[in-house]
T-cell receptor
Framework: GAGVSQTPSNKVTEKGKYVELRCDPI?????LYWYRQSLGQGPEFLIYFQGTGAADDSGLPNDRFFAVRPEGSVSTLKIQRTERGDSAVYLCASSPRRDSGANVLTFGAGSRLTVL | EDKVVQSPLSLVVHEGDTVTLNCSYEVTNFRSLLWYKQEKKAPTFLFMLTSSGIEKKSGRLSSILDKKELFSILNITATQTGDSAIYLC????????????FGTGTRLKVLA
């Protein structure tokens, strides 16, 4: 697509529920990143994909968080047993091949998650 | 631990003023430094800096990097209300992986 698309734009859920957040990167971009941004904070790294594989998942806060990118394009961030502290804006970004030197991230508009 | 620190955290100015936003960093394997503007939604790219002392300029915005002292500044001249936003600084690192470390941002408000 022309830009990075994220759905849903807003998600309200109850504590303990499961949520999925979807990211459709720019066509041809092989690098994909998930960040989490809490109010008044900068984006916090969660996970980075190069192609289909998670090259670095060191930012995932615990095992309730998981992300996949099965065909090297669309990615889904999955959060199990949501907690109130998971409330944040989840940003997805993509860039061309990581070793291409063109390493500017293009962000989507984010998915705002509210856990009641 | 890799870290990026921005200052000030917030700033209120009047239209026409000039502002300077600061970004300092301590990281391993620095690759580049990027500035983004964030209004209500997605951060939008402003500048990417890789070499010391070379100013990047776009209209009223300019930025420069000092790799010896490990900081960058973003200048905005003749500010307008449309410049009101959060300005984010990010450092691209390659220490065994590739990721971008962001600062907390500077919230700029420009009053008419």
């Amino acid at each position: 697509g022309a830009g990075v698309s994220q759905t849903p734009s807003n998600k309200v859920t109850e504590k303990g529920k499961y949520v999925e957040l979807r990211c459709d990167p720019i066509s041809g971009h092989t690098a994909l990143y998930w960040y989490r941004q809490s109010l008044g904070q900068g984006p916090e790294f969660l996970i980075y994909f190069q192609g289909t594989g998670a090259a670095d998942d060191s930012g995932l806060p615990n095992d309730r968080f998981f992300a996949v990118r099965p065909e090297g394009s669309v990615s889904t961030l999955k959060i199990q047993r949501t907690e109130r502290g998971d409330s944040a804006v989840y940003l997805c970004a993509s860039s061309p091949r990581r070793d291409s030197g063109a390493n500017v991230l293009t962000f989507g508009a984010g998915s705002r998650l509210t856990v009641l | 631990e890799d870290k990026v620190v921005q200052s000030p955290l917030s700033l209120v100015v009047h239209e026409g003023d000039t502002v300077t936003l600061n970004c300092s960093y301590e990281v391993t394997n620095f690759r580049s430094l990027l500035w983004y503007k964030q209004e209500k939604k997605a951060p939008t790219f402003l500048f990417m800096l890789t070499s010391s002392g070379i100013e990047k300029k776009s209209g009223r915005l300019s930025s420069i990097l000092d790799k010896k002292e490990l900081f960058s500044i973003l200048n905005i001249t003749a500010t307008q209300t449309g410049d009101s936003a959060i300005y984010l600084c990010a450092v691209d690192i390659t220490s065994g992986t590739y990721k971008y470390i962001f600062g907390t941002g500077t919230r700029l408000k420009v009053l008419a």
